[in-house]
């Protein structure tokens, strides 16, 4: 399920790029093109596809959402890769935008992916009312309130707070709620209750913290952490505890849907194999 979704949206998004970039000068082009189909995880639109299957819809409605959401998380890997952020020169193996191309270009590059991400929806097949909510919670998640404050809480203030409040307030903003709100737009396009709704947030919520633990303690046994984490906070033993307790509380989350993904089963087994080996998904799902 995961490699066909990842294939699907792939294959989609280089279609759609073709088509929407043919105005953009070649070097802009080139250096979004780079970054946007440079492979990844491709988290976001897995979940924005697992919850449409858990609600009885296909992918082609919920695409354009899942394109402008990586949109986003790609201008802000981009960006955090510049030498006035994290000053990486590779990711994912591969040199990073601003040495392949050079900062200026990765700049404009991610300015145009923030901007046109917006666009996207804009112009994507869906009441107008939806194009509003769908605007406002991408721009929450993506701007002061959400990855943006988190990013410049944890540059200004992280070290000099650190507790397990500011720690929960930067991470949610860095990356849960992007992480939520793939998942809520999802719900939006189906055009899904209040209570349905809440069931969706609650389960973005919670997929965002058990993501970013997950991190924290693949970083600690890579020895590759960088910033504070709950490791500095918690202990592996702890956090590892922890997150076997949110694995638990997803798959329950997901058995609740009126039909439960097999795609997001497989998400939250994703998450969690890449730090515990055991299969603990297998009594419950047994085709994982």
Aim: with cysteine; net charge negative; charged share 25%.
């Amino acid at each position: 399920m995961i490699q066909s979704g990842q294939n699907f949206f792939n294959e989609k998004l280089k279609t759609f790029l073709e088509s929407f970039l043919r105005k953009a000068p070649s070097a802009l082009k080139k250096s979004i093109q780079y970054s946007l189909l440079g492979g990844g995880k491709r988290i976001r639109p897995l979940l924005t596809f697992g919850i449409a299957e858990a609600f009885g819809w296909q992918k082609d409605l919920v695409l354009n959402w899942a394109i402008a959401v990586e949109m986003i998380h790609t201008y802000s890997l981009i960006h955090d890769d510049l030498p006035c952020m994290d000053n990486d020169d590779f990711r994912r193996g591969e040199p990073t935008n601003h040495k392949k191309f050079d900062e200026a270009t990765a700049l404009l590059a991610g300015d145009a992916l923030l901007s046109d991400a917006f666009r996207v929806i804009l112009e994507s097949q869906t009441r107008d009312e939806n194009k509003i909510k769908l605007i406002h919670i991408l721009s929450s998640a993506a701007g002061s309130t959400g990855m943006v404050g988190g990013q410049a809480f944890e540059l200004s203030e992280l070290s000099n707070r650190f507790s397990e409040m500011s720690l929960a307030y930067c991470q949610d903003g860095k990356t849960g709620k992007l992480i939520q709100t793939a998942a809520l737009g999802a719900g939006v396009l189906c055009e899904l209750g209040e209570e349905q709704i809440q069931q969706i947030t609650l389960f973005g919520e919670l997929f965002g913290k058990a993501f970013q633990l997950a991190d924290d303690l693949e970083d600690e046994k890579q020895d590759a952490g960088k910033s504070k984490s709950w490791i500095d906070l918690w202990g592996s033993e702890k956090c590892l505890q922890t997150l076997n307790m949110w694995t638990e509380e997803l798959k329950t989350l997901n058995s609740e849907f009126p039909k439960p993904s097999e795609l997001l089963y497989e998400l939250i087994y994703l998450n969690y194999i890449r730090i515990a080996p055991k299969n603990i998904l297998s009594e419950n799902n047994p085709s994982l």
